[in-house]
């Protein structure tokens, strides 16, 4: 992946972020109310939990690391690297399920699952990108 590749996802990323502070979460009465509110919310999720998957894949790559066969094992590497905290793997990983879900199981999305992924795990998506560009300055050679 380029420089430009990377920079270009880490934009939408943060974009995605600020977006979804945007999206009525007061109640989840008031967030399904409106079909554009699940459609969007599960867009920019799917959008943004790609986007640290590949911010991921791409640090394995720079640090040289077993390639992984799963998005799941892209941060069981990095969490064996010290690249992500104990445990952040395992914490990290409902968000990838949930991104897999979306993709391949579209037809049976529960809109309490996204209502819930978008006010109780938001703050992940953050914590994960800040991991990430912070295991990215701590890689010899690599330019997030």
């Known amino acids: 992946m380029t420089f430009e590749e990377l920079q270009s996802k ?7 972020l600020d977006k979804l502070e945007r999206i009525p979460q007061a109640s989840y009465e008031e ?7 699940v459609d969007s919310t599960l867009h920019i999720l799917q959008t943004s939990i790609q986007a640290l ?13 077993a390639t992984p066969r799963t998005s799941h094992e892209i941060f069981e590497r990095l969490e064996e690297a ?15 399920g949930f991104r897999n879900r979306v993709v391949h199981l579209y037809d049976r999305i529960d809109t309490r699952r996204v209502y819930e992924v978008l006010t109780l795990h938001r703050r ?21």
């Open 10 to 16: 880490l934009d939408v990323l943060k974009a995605n």
């Open 31 to 37: 967030f399904a109310c409106d079909f554009r509110n």
């Open 53 to 65: 998957v590949d911010l991921g894949s791409w640090l394995v790559a720079e640090r040289a690391l």
């Open 82 to 96: 010290g690249a992500l905290p104990a445990g952040g793997a395992k914490r990290f990983a409902p968000l990838v």
């Open 124 to 144: 992940d998506l953050a914590e994960l990108l800040d991991a990430l560009l912070a295991a990215a300055e701590a890689t010899p050679g690599a330019e997030p």
